[in-house]
């Protein structure tokens, strides 16, 4: 019997203009995904608390914030990711506007049904 490595899956905002991110929970997941613009929270399998409260703050912040989510072994290295894409304004440390900050807390949701980007790889300067 094989034990899966669970992996963190962080769902966050970030604003329209790369002038902040906002985190908004941590879940676990089987499979890795890469940096995915969330549409709708329906299609991540979240269980109906965690998806009202989301929902309820993707919707108040649609004008100014985009949704995201994206797999990442820690929080730095999230951050990293993020602030190579040109984000700045990042938060120091991780405090979830919804749910545990604890990884074994946090429910499992299910991203093969989840339609990701396409992009392109990009030549390292």
Request: no cysteine; aromatic share 10%; glycine share 2%.
């Amino acid at each position: 019997m094989t034990i899966q490595k669970q992996i963190k899956v962080w769902i966050y905002l970030t604003r329209r203009d790369k002038s902040g991110v906002r985190f908004l929970s941590q879940f676990r997941s089987k499979k890795e995904i890469s940096p995915t613009r969330i549409k709708n929270i329906a299609e991540l399998n979240i269980p109906p608390e965690n998806a009202q409260k989301l929902d309820e703050i993707i919707f108040q912040s649609r004008l100014e914030w985009e949704p995201w989510l994206e797999s990442a072994d820690s929080f730095d290295i999230i951050k990293n990711k993020i602030k190579k894409r040109g984000y700045y304004n990042i938060p120091i440390s991780f405090v979830p506007e919804t749910g545990s900050n604890n990884i074994n807390l946090a429910p499992e949701i299910y991203i093969s049904s989840l339609i990701q980007t396409k992009v392109m790889t990009r030549r390292q300067i």
